[in-house]
């Protein structure tokens, strides 16, 4: 499946060889629910991310079945009834971070804008967001937060649960990239 992920990742990407380009095959993405009645964590950290430093272009795929929950029942309900990780195995990323060639890349962290499209059970949305990216050696660090709505993304919550599951869903990115 890795083999899968990076053929996808290098298709998005597809720019001439000279471009400097940044990888991960073990970023994190985890996501957090809060109601009154139960907070929902699960994390993923097979997540398989490229970054064109020539364009700004960026693109990550994940399995929803690699998503760890602290309750197994938990994890085994978010695959089955909501996710229906069966029928829709990934998410995919495609996007771009806004006004890449004016960053000046360092230890330090700048402040970015990330606008693309992001593909849950099958359907896209348009996501624009905020984040930090740092860059030290041969290593490319990017980290963002951002919120989906399941409903966006057309994920039915069942009555007797949907009090125990936020309408907003906060998602956190962390890729460590390595240059290719």
Do not use: C, W
């Amino acid at each position: 499946m890795k083999k899968l992920n990076i053929l996808i990742i290098f298709f998005v990407l597809a720019n001439p060889v000279q471009a400097q380009k940044y990888m991960t095959q073990n970023g994190v993405i985890s996501f957090f629910s809060s109601t009154p009645v139960e907070d929902i964590e699960a994390i993923n950290n097979q997540v398989s991310a490229v970054l064109d430093t020539d364009s700004g272009e960026m693109a990550a795929v994940l399995l929803m079945k690699a998503f760890n929950f602290e309750k197994a029942l938990m994890q085994e309900h978010f695959n089955e009834k909501f996710v229906e990780s069966e029928k829709y195995p990934k998410s995919v990323f495609k996007g771009q971070i806004t006004d890449f060639d004016s960053l000046e890349l360092n230890d330090s962290k700048n402040d970015v804008t990330i606008t693309g499209e992001l593909t849950i059970h099958g359907v896209t949305q348009k996501i624009d967001t905020t984040g930090s990216i740092t860059k030290s050696d041969s290593l490319i660090g990017l980290e963002v937060d951002f919120n989906v709505n399941p409903e966006d993304f057309d994920i039915n919550i069942p009555g007797p649960v949907k009090e125990k599951i936020a309408k907003r869903i906060k998602v956190s990115v962390n890729l460590n990239m390595n240059k290719m």
